[in-house]
């Protein structure tokens, strides 16, 4: 099939990241080391970052060898204005202005609201909402300038529904949804896109607990329409259509990864 555009692209070749730069938060383990790869494998450069550099330097090296593609690794906590400030310089010194951009790092604490306390619902929202704000404002103004970006964020599906115990976490990926639709919108005319990601439930080290207790396990899978957790490989094909040409006209949207979850 050929599209019948300027581009005369093949449809698969609209996938193809080829030539881009992709910065990835929290890409060194959970949904963004398989969407590190993934995106690597469609043609990608990708820088990785979290707040522990050997980890970042150990994913970037193991996705380098796999895919062939040049990759690199930085060291910064999302929570912190001048951490990211200047990853950018060092970003943009030692690997290159930033096409994709990828807001995936973040953290959840759990418990009834009478049990948290002020520090931990800051952390839950500077992680997971200042982070992603900050990231979008650091490396957008390099996309609008080049006339091409994307900015990928990861909300859940806490984004749209919730449950009892999650007020900070499900406060910030609805936040995910607020910073995504005003983004796109502000930059709707200058090439570069702005869409969130909305999993539900995977297999990572944020989900330990649920993992460790058979009961709350079994209490999420009879919640999920096809009757089982997400399988990580599954993120994949979602990261690299978004960042991708084939994505083009997709913009201010989510996209839930979900086992039909929020469809009930
Ligand atoms: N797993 C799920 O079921 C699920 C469902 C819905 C949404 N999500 C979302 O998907 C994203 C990834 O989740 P995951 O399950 O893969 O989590 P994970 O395995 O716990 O990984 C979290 C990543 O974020 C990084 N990170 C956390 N705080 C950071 C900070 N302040 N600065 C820089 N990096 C930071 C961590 O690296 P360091 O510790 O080295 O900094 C780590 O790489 C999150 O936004 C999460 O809310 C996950």
Request: glycine share 10%; with cysteine; hydrophobic share 45%.
């Amino acid at each position: 099939m050929r599209i019948n555009d300027h581009t005369e692209r093949n449809i698969i070749d609209l996938f193809r990241l080829e030539g881009r730069r992709v910065l990835i938060t929290g890409g060194n383990k959970g949904l963004g080391r398989v969407m590190a790869e993934a995106l690597a494998e469609a043609g990608a450069d990708v820088a990785i970052v979290s707040r522990t550099l050997a980890d970042c330097q150990t994913a970037a090296a193991e996705i380098a060898r796999s895919t062939g593609r040049r990759t690199a690794a930085f060291r910064a906590d999302m929570t912190i204005a001048a951490d990211i400030e200047r990853l950018r310089s060092e970003i943009e010194a030692d690997f290159g202005p930033i096409d994709i951009l990828v807001n995936n790092a973040g953290i959840n604490i759990r418990g009834a609201i009478q049990d948290l306390q002020e520090s931990d619902w800051d952390a839950v929202i500077d992680a997971n909402v200042k982070g992603p704000f900050l990231c979008a404002r650091a490396f957008g103004m390099g996309m609008i300038a080049r006339g091409w970006g994307r900015v990928i964020n990861l909300g859940s599906i806490f984004s749209v529904i919730s449950m009892a115990g999650r007020t900070p976490y499900a406060s910030s990926k609805a936040a995910i949804g607020g910073l995504t639709r005003t983004l796109a919108l502000e930059w709707a005319t200058k090439g570069v896109t702005v869409n969130s990601i909305c999993p539900g439930p995977f297999a990572t080290d944020m989900n330990r607990q649920l993992l460790n207790d058979p009961v709350k396990y079994q209490d999420f899978v009879a919640r999920i329409p096809m009757g089982r957790w997400g399988d990580l490989h599954e993120i994949a094909g979602v990261v690299v259509f978004l960042a991708s040409d084939a994505a083009s006209y997709v913009t201010g949207t989510e996209l839930f990864v979900d086992g039909g979850w929020t469809a009930q």
